[in-house]
């Protein structure tokens, strides 16, 4: 399972601990660097040899004592938490093998059944009864369709028997009939989901205006239990019901074939957030699974599998130890541990969906990508079309475009177009969208202050950059600089780089006054570190783990270099012989098993967004 050091083990990290932790990091005890390996003799293969049978058989026996522990509790109702996680023992080896053998046994006509159980099974077993929220959802998505579908037909009867003179009105009426059930729908969803995941947070509030305004009366906080991915499904629902409403969708009359389209297992924790009429139909057709489908799925699993478990699980010590004990570092620490946040978060969700997209694709599914280079984003704007995708398109879709035409709103662009120029014009109503979308998103990504400060910063950088663009535009005309110049565009990635890392900071620090506190500190008392014993002791890592963490993103890196050019590695990958395609895969989990973050001394860690 992909695993992080223990506080009571976080600081023998060094090569010396090899027995003690299944990597094997480039130290002492690795053949590269151990004396007898330095020539190319017999003894230095011998102690080659020896030492990846050695390494080979603490991988195993520490996989084996996690997979134990897993596995002892996986098959009680809510109590296979290890299931959340896609590189864990309890999926990889036997939940997923399980469900594909049983998916390939069956036959065509009973694969989506057997698919649509799996789903209800995965539910069951990370959340136990809390499945009913899941199916609750499928039967309101369900019976809302038919609603507005049975209005949307008694429109088109009533339109053929109406005078032409009234067809406006009756449109009109249909209209507000529809817009009061979606209404109805959004109050229940969303209800439900405040209730669970914001009740605490604005009681809490409340108690603290009422105790500044020294009125005595205090509110009970109250404490729900919530289902995993509920902030995920509930907007895919939502989706659902708008789309019916607008006519996009047509109401799917098979409750099955909803129910299977909202549960699908592997994006149930973490999204991606799919439309209806992106994947319902893929899921309900049941393909068989195919060769090149299993190859290039299991290859994008193993992709993903490397980003989670060698670079963002590594770096969880440091990041940890430095955002729960900020006060003992100075402010090149700090900005050192908001940089490997950033990545740890990255590498983590990233990988997380290269996972879900990979299963997805061995079941004959194609999802939409939550990633694209985000860190190659010449704007904070572009960064956001470009990082969790399907959620920034969710929004705008459903926030922003439906604020911004709001009759008040376009009656604001018409007359300040005219004042102010085509540009300035449309900004004041997209101001106020744009204001309502972050807010959304940040109090999406959970019940905090510092959640919501983290939308706030992102709506005032996306605004400013939308007011000064012509301004900079005039400038660069002026000083003959060529925005699509190498060096001007690398400055712009660099720029847009360091206010995401800001902004991260914010978002994973315990709470926004520790934040702000860590951002001051970071800004008055930033000096490079120093990086000796102490501070690796400190920090919960060593210069070996840095190492691996580098070469890990230098191939990252690579790979995204590639797909930012409009070539997939994939495809390129295909194209080369058998004995290189298999050679290259296998070199990839001899990577993961040595350089892997797990066994004993570590504790799991949780995939980061199936928090929000």
């Known amino acids: 399972a992909s695993t992080e050091p223990s506080m009571t083990e976080q600081h023998t990290c060094s090569a010396a601990a090899l027995p003690e932790r299944a990597f094997l990091p480039a130290g002492p005890q690795c053949p590269g660097r151990h004396p007898e390996s330095g020539a190319a003799g017999s003894a230095g293969a011998l102690f080659c040899a020896r030492a990846l049978v050695a390494q080979a058989a603490a991988v195993c026996k520490y996989t084996q004592e996690a ?33 594909l053998v049983v998916y390939s046994l069956m036959p065509r006509r009973g694969k989506k059944y057997f698919l649509l159980a799996a789903d209800c099974a995965f539910f069951w077993l990370i959340s136990g009864k809390l499945l009913v929220y899941l199916l609750l959802t499928a039967l309101s998505m369900h019976y809302f369709g038919l609603w507005l579908d049975k209005i949307q037909s008694e429109t088109k009867l009533l339109l053929a028997q109406t005078e032409k003179a009234e067809r406006k009105t009756v449109r009109k009426r249909q209209q507000a009939v529809q817009h009061r059930i979606l209404l109805l729908a959004v109050i229940l969803h969303i209800g ?91 899921l309900w057709d049941a393909k068989p699974i195919t060769y090149e489908n299993l190859t290039l799925g299991l290859q994008r699993i193993a992709y993903g599998m490397m980003k989670k478990v060698i670079i963002a699980d590594r770096l969880n ?12 570092f100075d402010g090149g620490v700090i900005a050192l541990a908001a940089v490997c946040y950033t990545v740890q978060l990255y590498m983590d969700f990233s990988g997380s969906m290269d996972a879900v997209t990979g299963t997805a694709q061995i079941l004959g599914v194609t999802m939409p990508e939550n990633f694209r280079q985000p860190f190659f984003s010449k704007t904070i704007s572009e960064f956001w079309k470009r990082w969790h995708i399907t959620l920034g398109t969710w929004f705008k879709d459903y926030v922003f475009y439906p604020v911004v035409t709001l009759k008040p709103l376009e009656k604001l662009t018409s007359a300040a177009r005219k004042r102010l120029g085509n540009h300035y014009g449309p900004l004041l109503a997209s101001a106020v969208a744009l204001f309502c979308v972050w807010f959304c998103n940040g109090l999406w990504h959970g019940a905090a202050w510092s959640y919501l400060f983290f939308g706030m910063y992102h709506f005032v950088l996306i605004l400013g950059g939308n007011i000064i663009a012509p301004p900079v535009r005039a400038v660069n005309a002026r000083l003959h600089i060529r925005a ?96 290189v395609r298999w050679a290259v895969f296998y070199a990839l989990i001899l990577f993961i098993i040595v350089f892997g973050a797990y066994g004993k001394g570590y504790i799991p860690v949780d995939p980061m967004y199936a928090n929000f």
């Open 67 to 99: 997979a134990d522990m897993e596995l002892s509790s996986l098959f009680l109702a809510g109590k296979g938490s290890a299931l959340t996680s896609f590189f864990s023992t309890a999926f990889l080896v036997v939940f997923l093998p399980f469900c």
């Open 192 to 282: 439900v989901l405040f209730v669970l995941k914001y009740s605490g947070f604005a009681a809490t509030n409340v108690n603290t205006l009422l105790a500044h305004l020294h009125i005595p009366v205090q509110l009970a906080i109250p404490k729900y239990v919530m289902p995993i991915g509920i902030s995920f499904f509930t907007l895919q629902a939502l989706s659902y019901i708008v789309d019916v409403q607008r006519g996009v969708t047509k109401a799917d009359t098979n409750l099955l074939r909803l129910t299977l389209f909202i549960s699908f297992f592997p994006q149930i924790v973490e999204g991606p957030i799919c439309r209806y009429d992106q994947t319902a139909q893929q």
């Open 317 to 328: 010590p440091l990041v940890r130890n430095v955002f729960n004990n900020y006060t003992d």
């Open 484 to 579: 699509e110049s190498f060096p001007y565009r690398l400055l712009q990635m660099l720029r847009t780089t360091v206010l995401v890392i800001i902004g991260e900071l914010f978002f994973r620090a315990n709470g926004l006054r520790a934040g702000m506190q860590m951002f001051r500190t970071m800004v008055t008392g930033f000096a490079f570190p120093v990086f000796d014993d102490a501070l690796f002791k400190a920090l919960g890592i060593d210069k070996f783990d840095l190492m691996i963490v580098a070469v890990t993103l230098l191939i990252v890196f690579v790979v995204s270099v590639i797909n930012e050019k409009g070539k997939s590695v994939r495809t390129l990958l295909a194209q080369r012989p058998a004995a």
